[in-house]
Structures are given as structure tokens and as C-alpha cells.
């Protein structure tokens, strides 16, 4: 079985991560210049032993002094660059093996709250292959429009050339966060699916959640994010760095809630190596 990431993951170092901690703090005092160049925009796939010691370093320092806006922006280099499209390809078995096959109560639920608020448009961000927003066009009755945003652009471009998809679906290449603030409408059903949110930082999940609860009721959020093993979900509100990867456990009942929403389910279950947390949360 495997083990569920947790906080602990991202703090207990190894032998070479401390070493290569150490020499990126003695690269970062020989080349500050490059480190300063690396702390505004991070590389998640650094080249050359200077780099990738120097990163090793600046995101422990990061973690140390919870700079959010450093792993935020890690987070997004990595997703929209080779790391990104590497997932993408190797990608679509998780609708089956995750959605399909874990999140059926889940999804009974949604489609329950879906028959009383009809929502008319589905805005999916971290669609990436597209598969759940295709199927969820397909069993939501009502659905005018259905828009999927990815950060990846070759993901992106592949789902617009492909020819499988329900005609009023549209894909786009966008930032999911600034996408809400400018483009996004009320009377609609926003899903993220399989840990999409991890990746944004606490402000900006607030801002969009924020913005969503004020300016665009009716709507529902559909999430099935991860969190980690060891976060406290029932006491601990911060949003907190975990895993390998860095990205943030939110406490996404209190984030909701906190935003204006009502959570009107949760349920977790665990796929691979992580515990995954759906939540479905309505506007008041
Ligand atoms: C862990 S994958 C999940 C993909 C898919 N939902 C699934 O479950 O298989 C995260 C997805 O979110 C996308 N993503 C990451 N940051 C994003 C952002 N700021 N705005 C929009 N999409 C983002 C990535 O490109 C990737 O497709």
C-alpha cells in the first residue's frame, strides 16, 4: 500500500537533501544575484549542480518562513512547462481510476444539488485531458456551456484539435484564479478535480472563492482536492505545504465557509498516495 503524503514529508530531510541544502546556501552566498534571480521565479526542474543545490535550498528557506507566493509560482513553472505536459500525456487513467471508480458517491450527491439549482454552465479548472468535464456535460442535465481551463497550453491545444469532445465545450489556456476574477458568470457549477487548488496560495484561493460567493450567486463548487495525512482538519486551519511536491493542504471546509459558501458535503477517500477530499459547497 502506499503511503499517504503528508506535512511530515516536506520537513524530514535526507541525508541528500541536507546536503544539497547545505551547498545551495554556500552557492547562494557565491552567486546571490542567481539566487535572488531563483527566489522571483522559481525553477521546478533546475539544470546544473549550482541550481538545482540552490533551489533545494531557497525552498526550504521558503517553507521555513512560509513565503506562499515562492511555491505558488514554483508550482506554476512546473505545470506549465515539460513537467506539466509529462503528466498530461500519462494522464487519462486517472478518470477512470480515480473519478470513475472512487468518486461515485461524491457524484451521486453533486447530481442531486444539480437537479434543484440547475446550474446552466460548468467551468472546470486543471482540466487537463478533459474526460471529466466531457462526462460531466453528459449526465448534467441542463448544461448550456462548459468551459475547461488549463495552464498547460500543448494540453490545452490537444484537447481543442481533438474531435471527441461535446461540441459546447471550450478549452482554454488561462490561470484559473485570474480567469474567475475577469471572465467568470454566475449560474454556474465550478469543479477542480484530482488537486487542483493545492497549487494556488491561501490569498488567491480566498480571492476567487471571495469573488465567487459575492458577485456570481447561484453557483456550486464541485472539488476533490488532496490533503495531507497529518493535517488537523479539525483543528488546524492554515494552509500548509506538504509532499514532496510543496504544494498546499488547505482546509477546504473552513476556506469554503469562510468565503461565503455553505459546505453541504465532504467526504475523503485515498488514491495512490494521496487522501483526496471532495466537497461540494453552495453559495448562500
Ligand atoms: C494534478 S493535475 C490534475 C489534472 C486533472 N484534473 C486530473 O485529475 O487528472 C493539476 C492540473 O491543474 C493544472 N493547473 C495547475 N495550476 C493551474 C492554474 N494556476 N490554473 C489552471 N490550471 C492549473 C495543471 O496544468 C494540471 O492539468
Known sequence: MNKILAIEDAENYGIKQRAKISLGKLAAKAAPGRAKQLIRSPLSAPKGLRDKSLMAFLKHQ????????????????????????VFAENCDHRFEQMFIANQKPDFEQLLKICATRKPKKIVEFGCNSGLLLNYMVKQIPGIESAIGIDINQQQ???NQQADHFEPII???VHDGVQWVLDSAEEDTLFVTNGGVMEYFRRER????????????PPA????I?????DHDLDHELDSIPFGQELSFS???????ESNGFDVVHQRSTTFESWKMMATIAMTR
Open 220 to 223: 456550486i463548487f464541485f472539488a
Open 250 to 256: 488547505h482546509n477546504y471546509k473552513d476556506r469554503f
Open 225 to 229: 482536492e488532496p490533503n495531507a495525512s
Open 170 to 172: 471550450q478549452f482554454l
Open 205 to 216: 484561493l480566498d480571492q476567487m472563492l471571495n469573488h465567487i460567493a459575492t458577485h456570481l
Open 62 to 85: 521558503a517553507r521555513l518562513e512560509q513565503r506562499a507566493e515562492f511555491f505558488e509560482a514554483l508550482h506554476k513553472d512546473f505545470w506549465r512547462g515539460k513537467g506539466g505536459n
Open 156 to 158: 490545452i491545444e490537444r
